[in-house]
């Protein structure tokens, strides 16, 4: 078995003068990243693995859940291939991994979140709202093979 958390960056501010992949996250989006992530340290989630884009409010996210499910944030994997990327894409990098990792935690942006969730499930979710988790069982062996069969939601955590 093989699980995947979607995780969706937190509220991130347009006010700055900033490049967008360097948005800052907002207080409301920091404040509701730590009680997603708490939420989750109470379902007793422990990712084998921490992935995130590397824009920002997306690592910014990672490091709070990583700080709030006691993972270490300096082993979060810094990928460049979420930001800007389409789900196809993330799913390719995904189905990459190490197969020593059962559990795998992705922090990336919408539309590519959402639509990666609706490919995996057969489902159809219009909109993971920031900060939030989705949470997916996979009945595989191998991360070669993600997709090849339909993913069950175990939960969405909702960031709003």
Excluded: C
Aim: glycine residues 4%; hydrophobic residues 40%.
């Amino acid at each position: 078995m093989k699980t995947l958390y979607l995780v969706r960056h937190a509220k991130a501010s347009w006010d700055e003068n900033v490049s967008d992949w360097e948005r800052p996250l907002t207080q409301s989006g920091v404040e509701r990243a730590h009680k997603v992530a708490k939420a989750l340290k109470a379902k007793k989630i422990k990712p084998d693995k921490m992935i995130s884009s590397y824009a920002f409010r997306a690592l910014n996210t990672a490091v709070i859940f990583a700080l709030d499910l006691r993972y270490p944030a300096t082993s979060i994997e810094v990928s460049q291939s979420i930001y800007e990327k389409r789900a196809i894409d993330i799913l390719d990098m995904l189905r990459k991994q190490d197969n020593k990792a059962d559990v795998l935690m992705l922090f990336g942006h919408d539309p590519a979140i959402t639509e990666l969730y609706n490919m995996l499930t057969r489902k159809l979710l219009l909109k993971l709202s920031t900060s939030s988790t989705a949470g997916i069982q996979f009945n595989i062996k191998h991360w070669k093979d993600l997709g090849n069969s339909v993913g069950k939601t175990l939960f969405i955590e909702p960031g709003k």
